[in-house]
């Protein structure tokens, strides 16, 4: 009979060692307010972020800067029912250190769409790029004959001057690059 104890005690011994592992106290996060109402706005130790989606969208729409970034640390929550909770996660941008945007997302699961907000910093000047900030355009080409996808960095100053100004003027339908690719229909700009 003791050896069957003693069989019970050295079964239960590793899941007793592993349940004070298993409780971790959740980090408590500051509260931060979000009013949606004519504009969505959150204000973030006394700094206001607001969101325009006509200035910074998650698609690729012509005259929209694209957020195609990765988020960072959790700074904080926000909306929702209860302060200590939030409905929100409020993140920074990955390699913003000025903090000038931040990206909020549901914290919890959604039933229906997941919303989520990108926020800038209300004294951000958000303008169109120029040949003079932008130092070399990463061309990624579509290709119809299969799924390939090339890509070729371009860093000529007069060719990125040609294809903003395309770009942002709408230069007629002549495009200033030509791919060395006969099949392909078509090739999206990533500026750096």
């Known amino acids: 009979m003791r050896t069957n104890f003693r069989n019970k005690i050295f079964l239960l011994l590793p899941l007793l060692l592993l349940l004070p592992t298993g409780c971790k106290a959740k980090k408590t996060l500051p509260f931060y307010q979000l009013?949606?109402?004519?504009?969505?706005?959150?204000?973030?130790?006394?700094?206001?972020?607001?969101e325009d989606t006509h200035v910074?969208?998650?698609?690729?729409?012509?005259?929209?800067?694209?957020?195609?970034?990765?988020?960072?640390?959790?700074?904080?929550?926000?909306?929702?029912?209860?302060?200590?909770?939030?409905g929100y996660d409020v993140c920074e941008i990955a390699g913003d250190e000025e903090r000038r945007f931040l990206y909020v997302l549901p914290n919890r699961f959604v039933f229906g769409?997941?919303?989520?907000?990108?926020l800038f910093r209300e004294d951000?000047?958000?303008?169109?790029?120029?040949?003079?900030?932008?130092?070399?355009?990463?061309?990624?080409?579509?290709?119809t004959l299969s799924v390939q996808h090339g890509e070729e960095e371009l860093t000529d100053t007069d060719l990125i001057a040609a294809l903003l100004d395309f770009y942002l003027n709408d230069a007629g339908d002549h495009v200033p690059y030509t791919a060395a690719d006969e099949n392909v229909v078509g090739f999206t700009l990533t500026l750096v």
Do not use: M, Q
């Open 35 to 50: 009013e949606n109402g004519g504009s969505t706005v959150l204000t973030v130790e006394d700094v206001r972020y607001i």
């Open 56 to 86: 910074v969208c998650t698609t690729n729409l012509p005259g929209c800067w694209e957020f195609t970034g990765k988020t960072g640390d959790v700074i904080g929550v926000c909306g929702g029912r209860s302060p200590e909770r939030g």
């Open 113 to 118: 769409p997941y919303i989520t907000y990108i």
């Open 124 to 143: 951000t000047a958000l303008e169109a790029p120029s040949p003079e900030t932008v130092s070399h355009i990463v061309v990624t080409t579509d290709n």
